[in-house]
Every structure is written in C-alpha cells, then in structure tokens.
C-alpha cells in the first residue's frame, strides 16, 4: 500500500514533466515554460496527464517486476556465494539489480510506449517536416490508450509495442544497478554504526 500511494504521488509530479520532456525532444518548443504554457492553453491541463492512468498501469508493476526480480536474484546468488542470510557481497547487489532493472524495463517497454505516444499525440516529430523522416505510427488525432495499441499493432506488428526496448533496457538497468547497490550499501554500513 505505501509502494503503491509512493508511485501515485510521484506520478502526479512527473507526469507533467516527463510530458513537456517528451514535446521538447520531438523540437516542438524552444523552452520548458513555453512548452508548459502552450499546452495549458491550448490543450487544457489535462494534457500534462493524459498518460497518467497509462504512466500508473507502466510504473506499478515495473516497480514490483524490478524489487521481486531483485530479491528473487539475489536470494539465489547468497546463497550460490555461501552466504545465505547475511548481507550480499557487492558483486551480488550489482548483479541482482541488474536483472531487476533489466526485466522490469523490457516487461514494461509495451506500457511506456503507448504512454509516450498519448503525450505526444497530434505532434509530428520535428524531423518529419525537416528530413521527411516521420514514425509510422503518427497521430493526428486524440486517441484514448486502447486506440494506440490498435494503431500500433496495425502499422507495426507487436514487435512495435517493442519500439525503444534496447535504449529503455540499456538505461534503466545500470540505473537501477547504482541506486540498489548505493542502497545496500548504505544499510550495510548504518548497521556497523
């Protein structure tokens, strides 16, 4: 339950950010405050959440993927090392959280690429207009989440639920890895104290 009310509350927060994030790397705005008051503006606020329920459906199992990945790896490292119960050696922090992060970020890629697309729905990526080089999954219109996974599948397959998979899975699993390992370390060294 507090996992949970964790995720929603730092949800609410990132939602919008990571929404004029998204915007302002397709090159859409020159600034972050242009980018935020265009779009309360002239798409009201709800377009800062529009992927919140999408965002939730994404980060809630993510974080219980990665921490039961975790846990479940280094359990079984322990005790492969001989050490069983006590607190695992550094090579096994790196290791456990390392898949954690690595599986929670490709089980989820399907969830974080339908949110990606309802922020920046209506919105043709700079490079359309400039190279002609446009995504083939291109909205001009709002769709809700279940349309884009409709969208998605018809111009690309299931694999394109993938889209992005290896960049997403190459930067949350060494995210993941320092911020576990930083963590056990830290309580390891506050129990000596």
């Known amino acids: 339950l507090a996992g949970a009310a964790a995720v929603i509350g730092h949800d609410i927060i990132m939602s919008p950010l990571d929404t004029i994030k998204q ?3 397709l090159g859409h705005y020159p600034g972050f405050r242009q980018a935020a008051l265009h779009m309360m503006k002239h798409e009201g606020m709800f377009s800062l959440y529009r992927s919140f329920p999408v965002t939730l459906l994404t980060n809630i199992p993510y974080g219980s993927i990665m921490v039961s990945t975790n846990e479940i790896c280094k ?3 322990s005790e492969h090392e001989g050490r069983r119960g006590q607190a695992p050696s550094l090579s096994v922090c790196l290791l456990s959280s390392s898949m954690g992060g690595m599986v929670a970020s490709f089980t989820t890629t399907p ?3 339908i949110k990606t697309i309802l922020q920046i729905q209506k919105l043709q990526p700079v ?4 190279f002609g080089v446009c995504p083939k ?3 001009s219109e709002r769709l809700e989440w279940k349309q884009v996974v409709r969208e998605i599948l018809r111009h690309e397959g ?3 639920l993938f889209r992005g998979c290896l960049p997403r899975m190459l930067s949350h699993t060494p995210a993941v890895a320092i911020s576990w390992t930083t963590y056990e370390t830290a309580k390891q060294w506050l129990a000596q104290l």
Request: aromatic share 6%.
């Open 75 to 77: 359990d079984y490292l």
């Open 127 to 130: 490079a359309c207009e400039r």
């Open 137 to 139: 999954v291109a909205l």
């Open 111 to 113: 969830l974080d690429r």
């Open 23 to 25: 915007r302002l790397q």
């Open 158 to 160: 299931v694999g394109g």
